[in-house]
């Protein structure tokens, strides 16, 4: 069982910029995909970005070039950095672990309680 955690989400201006970091338990972190998610009010949940064990990633059109995965893995934890966030990056994101990066929700077997990202315009 691996038990996920989101942290850093809080309100920002248009065009600031937030970090949110993923913590995961289990000795085996560096062997799992971690994928973030993200689910405004009315809307279905969406991709992200994702990051494999190889560290290669791959982000969503809407996201790319704003939003950069990373992951360090002596500390079991992954980040999110959004910088130049819009209004329409407001929604709760969702930290997933999974065995495959992919943008399908449905692969990833743990998932985070999800926290909130607001953004003022």
């Known amino acids: 069982q691996v038990q996920v955690v989101e942290s850093g989400g809080g309100l920002v201006q248009a065009g600031g910029s937030l970090r949110l970091s993923c913590a995961a338990s289990?000795?085996?972190?560096?062997?799992?995909?971690v994928g973030w998610f993200r689910q405004a009010p009315g809307k279905e949940r969406e991709f992200v970005a994702t990051i494999n064990t190889y560290d290669i990633t791959v982000y969503a059109d809407s996201v790319k070039g704003r939003f950069t995965i990373s992951r360090d893995n002596a500390k079991n934890t992954v980040y999110l950095q959004m910088n130049s966030l819009k209004s329409e990056d407001t929604a709760v994101y969702y930290c997933a672990v999974g065995s495959r990066a992919t943008a399908y929700p449905g692969a990833y077997a743990y998932w985070g309680q999800g926290i909130q990202v607001a953004v003022s315009s």
């Open positions: 289990g000795r085996t972190f560096s062997l799992y995909a």
